[in-house]
Every structure is written in structure tokens, then in C-alpha cells.
């Protein structure tokens, strides 16, 4: 069986992006694969944080990944910080890791551009994103555009190990999900869904009532052809809005060209919106009855005992390979 990790920053409150190119892909494969999914909370603080402000989001993302539909049964649901192997086996990739190979790193550049100073941490945080991956022999990450050099990252750090030391870590395969890993702004379908975009119309909460929705996407840039095409090339507005009704309604490319084919731009946004509103209600519903609850506790609980058993065993293996003491 595939062994999968994957996570959702607590950086802010999630948007459909969040839904399509995490939860949604969640779904989808903890029936056939071990499913490790975790909130990264420790890469959070790679930048300043708000104590109490990171705890509520962090709370709120694990209550997202349940009331989304994860079955806890089925997936392990943790806190990277519950889990002390991500941070200790962190420090000890980072003396498998190149200085140059991290200041090449795009998203250190992206993120540290025109500071006058950063942590420290930011500049590492992709060897203990190689961490949260390796700890769990994982054989299969699903990752987007902007995390597949990460990726490449922490398969280099595995070989080298295996190669200086023993065959400790698996070589994890990206799974980069054809609909759904891309969703972008409303208004600029050439940049990310997010919601420190200015312009509020953008982005789609996932708390977002139904009329802010259906007024959100009826504002959503499109083209003047008047024709529902996947294209991403020609057609990025249209093919943005394609991908987020294949993620919302469950239909296949195909299929939506063929069942919008000259109805217009205004009924197909319309029923997007619709799909969107149907998808998040029990979602909501299913949020604000866990996020604060025993269960939710309960759930994180559970799920950082049953991935440290797992991560220690790793992380035990890889001490003894490096020549470290290490008891049992």
C-alpha cells in the first residue's frame, strides 16, 4: 500500500485553493493509501506569529480536515509539534544539507525578499519539510507547482543518506493532482487564490455565506469569446473556473465543456457558484460543531501517538545509521 503525508500551513483562514489542492486530494486517497496528515505548525513560526492566534488556526485547519470528510480511523490527524522525531530528525538532515542547495531554494528568495532580516528557520525549513516526509518512509507526496523543488530537495537528502550511511528512507514520487492543485484568484487567474489579496473579491472562503459567494463569482473575470474551453494557455480565466466546478461538482473536463457548450459565461458562473455553496454547507455545519470539542482533542490526540509510533521507528534507525546511542 502507497504510504501518503501531506499538511495545510495554519497561515490564515483557508480558502477553496486549500480545498481543491488539499482536502479535496485527501479525500480521494485515504481509502487506498496509509494516510498521514498533519498541520505543520512548527513551519508556521518560521515567521512571526500571534501564540494564540496560531493555535486557534491551527485548531481550525485540523477541524477542516475532519468536517471535509477524513475519517480518523483512516488517517492519522496530528500536530507536527506533537510529534518531537519532525524536529530532531530536521537537525540532523540539516548536516546532510548543502548551504548552496538551500539559498537556492525560490520560496526563501520570494519570502526573504526586501527584509532587512529573517529567521534563520526560513532559510532551513525545507530540510524539515524533508523531515515531515522521510519520518514516514512515505513513498508518495502530493504537492503543487510551487513545492515540487522542494520535493526534489528532500529526495536528494534521502539518497545521499541511504548512500553515506544505510537504505534508512524511502525516495518519496510527487502526486500532483491534474484538476485541483491550481486554483487561483478570481480576478487574476495568473496568481494563487489567496487571501491577502486586496481585492476581497478574489477569494473564496471556506466561511463564506452563500450570498458572498454567488456575488463573489459573479464578479469573476472572464474573456470575450463567450465560450466555456479548457485552456489553460489561451483561456486561463474560463479554465480557473473549470477547475474549481470539476473540484466542487465532481465533474470531469469533458463534461462541463459539453454541458455549458452556448449557454454564456453568466449561468455557468451562476452554477459554480451554486456547486461551491452545496459543497461547504455541511462542511461549515460539520466545522463549528468540532472545532472547539473534546472530539477534535481527541482526534489530535490519537493521531500524534499513532504517526510517533511510526516516526520514531524511523527516526531510531536513522540515529543508529549516523553511529548515535539509541535504546530498544
Known amino acids: 500500500m502507497n504510504r501518503i503525508i501531506s499538511g495545510i500551513k495554519p497561515s490564515g483562514e483557508l480558502n477553496i485553493g486549500g480545498y481543491g489542492g488539499a482536502l479535496h486530494q485527501f479525500l480521494k486517497l485515504q481509502d487506498d493509501c496509509e494516510c498521514y496528515f498533519f498541520v505543520p505548525d512548527l513551519h508556521a513560526v518560521t515567521v512571526p506569529q500571534d501564540p494564540r492566534l496560531l493555535l486557534r488556526r491551527s485548531k481550525e485547519i485540523a477541524a477542516y480536515y475532519v468536517a471535509a470528510g477524513v475519517d480518523p480511523k483512516k488517517a492519522a490527524i496530528f500536530m507536527q509539534s506533537q510529534v518531537p522525531a519532525h524536529a530532531e530528525l530536521s537537525w540532523l538532515l540539516e548536516t546532510q544539507a548543502h548551504f ?123 474573456d470575450s469569446e463567450g465560450e466555456v474551453r479548457y485552456d489553460w494557455e489561451r483561456k486561463p480565466e474560463i479554465s480557473n473556473l473549470i477547475e474549481i466546478y470539476a473540484v466542487f461538482a465532481g465533474a470531469g473536463v469533458p463534461e462541463i465543456e459539453r454541458r455549458f457548450a452556448g449557454v454564456g459565461y453568466g449561468a455557468f458562473k451562476r452554477d459554480i457558484a451554486e456547486a461551491v455553496i452545496a459543497k461547504l454547507a455541511p462542511i461549515q455545519r460539520r466545522f463549528a460543531d468540532i472545532v472547539d470539542s473534546e472530539e477534535l482533542l481527541a482526534v489530535l490526540r490519537d493521531g500524534a501517538e499513532r504517526a510517533a509510533a511510526t516516526a520514531d521507528a524511523t527516526l531510531r534507525k536513522a540515529k543508529q545509521a549516523m553511529g548515535l546511542l539509541t535504546f530498544g
Open 100 to 222: 548552496g542547495e538551500l539559498g537556492r531554494m525560490t520560496q526563501f528568495k520570494d519570502k526573504s525578499h526586501g527584509k532587512d532580516a529573517v529567521s534563520s528557520a526560513l532559510f532551513t525549513y525545507p530540510v524539515l519539510m524533508a523531515a515531515d516526509i522521510l519520518l514516514y518512509r512515505a513513498t508518495h507526496v502530493p504537492v503543487g507547482d510551487d513545492q515540487k523543488q522542494h520535493l526534489e530537495l528532500t529526495r536528494d537528502l534521502a539518497e545521499r543518506f541511504n548512500n553515506r550511511f544505510a537504505p534508512v528512507f524511502a525516495v518519496p514520487e510527487p502526486v500532483i493532482p491534474e484538476i485541483g492543485s491550481r486554483i487561483m484568484g478570481l480576478d487574476d487567474p495568473s496568481k494563487k487564490m489567496s487571501k491577502s489579496n486586496p481585492n476581497p473579491n478574489g477569494c473564496v472562503l471556506l466561511q463564506d455565506d452563500p450570498d458572498l459567494i454567488n456575488r463573489k463569482f459573479a464578479k469573476a473575470v472572464t
